[in-house]
């Protein structure tokens, strides 16, 4: 069975810009999460979804977004970029909400200019 | 607020030493405990969760934890220590909030020869 992937693994944007970007689930599995790792604040979780809702929701600005879609497949989105934005994100998906384990994927890594 | 503390954020063994990492939460309510393992450039793998059935727990690759109430802990051990097993390891809670993790801040194993 496939794990999670992520697209793209590497993404160079400016400041102002926007980015989204995608994660697939493995199969069978209704639940993504989104976490953000940087060197300076370690890994901190941005949001879940679950049956294409929000389930959950860390403590980042609005301008950090995500939806899911009917096949599980979710997306993140930050708009106006910062250069503090340059993380590695990491998405992760587990068969159901709730304390089940999560599988991660390789990450996004995204460098702000 | 609910946190997880790794003491130390280097540890280095010998080859074929003893592998502990400590982990420590804040919470009097136990949470779902976890640990896991990033190699570079990769995402994360679980290597064990805490389930409240036992309170040692046995992950992949030979690695186990304790899960110690009293302490609030739940230190990472390995027996012998591999070359392979160098690279940086989280250790993580839930408190059933979804799926939300809160990750320690990581500890790098390294492993001479």
């Known amino acids: 069975k496939a794990g999670v992937t992520q697209t793209p693994r590497y993404l160079i944007k400016t400041r102002g810009q926007q980015v989204t970007l995608s994660c697939s689930p493995i199969?069978?599995?209704?639940?993504v999460s989104w976490y953000q790792q940087t060197p300076g604040q370690g890994l901190q979780f941005l949001f879940e979804?679950?049956?294409?809702?929000?389930?959950n929701k860390g403590n980042f600005p609005g301008r950090f977004s995500g939806r899911q879609f009917s096949n599980s497949r979710s997306e993140m989105n930050v708009s106006t970029l910062e250069l503090g934005d340059s993380a590695l994100y990491l998405c992760?998906?587990?068969?159901?909400?709730?304390?089940?384990?999560?599988?991660f994927g390789p990450g996004t890594r995204l460098l702000v200019l | 607020a609910q946190s997880v503390t790794q003491l130390g954020s280097h540890v280095s063994v010998s080859e074929g030493a003893l592998v502990l990492l400590r982990c420590n939460y804040s919470s009097s309510v136990p949470p779902y405990l976890f640990w896991y393992v990033q190699y570079p450039n990769q995402g994360l793998q679980l290597l064990l969760k805490?389930?409240?059935?036992?309170?040692l727990v046995k992950g992949i690759n030979g690695f186990e934890a304790e899960f110690k109430k009293s302490e609030t802990s739940f230190h990472l051990t390995k027996p012998s220590a591999h070359m392979s097993d160098a690279a940086e390891y989280f250790c993580a809670v839930s408190y059933n909030q979804g799926g939300k993790l809160i990750f320690g801040q990581g500890t790098e194993l390294s492993v001479k020869p």
């Open positions: 199969s069978g599995h209704r639940s």
């Open positions: 979804y679950f049956s294409e809702t929000q389930r």
């Open positions: 805490y389930t409240s059935a036992a309170t």
């Open positions: 992760a998906s587990s068969l159901e909400i709730g304390t089940e384990k999560q599988y």
